[in-house]
């Protein structure tokens, strides 16, 4: 259901690729994301493959937007000195 939702649903291309957490890769072809938006629900998470490319590629500041510091952890576990802010409801 969720593909067939995806391939009636309009995506346009992002000004900033979107990283998948399915392959760790940052992507911009519409139809590329939403495939990926599809196996994003039944694949593996690559969260620290994600995490480290994006460290490799520069960031240095992110943001983790709820009520828990979860992502924060993680971010830190992988990369001590990485700035991460939390901004809660």
């Given at each position: 259901k969720l593909t067939?939702?995806?391939a009636a649903t309009e995506i346009v291309e992002p000004r900033i690729p979107v990283v998948s957490n399915?392959?760790?890769k940052?992507?911009?072809?519409?139809e590329v994301?939403?495939?990926i938006l599809s196996r994003q629900v039944t694949s593996p998470v690559l969260w620290e493959n994600t995490m480290t490319d994006l460290f490799d590629k520069g960031l240095t500041k992110s943001y983790e937007i709820g009520?828990?510091?979860?992502?924060?952890?993680?971010?830190?576990?992988?990369?001590?000195?990485?700035?991460i802010a939390n901004i809660s409801a």
């Open positions: 067939e939702a995806l399915v392959d760790a940052p992507h911009s072809d519409p994301i939403k495939s009520p828990n510091k979860v992502i924060a952890g993680i971010a830190k576990r992988i990369n001590k000195t990485h700035d």
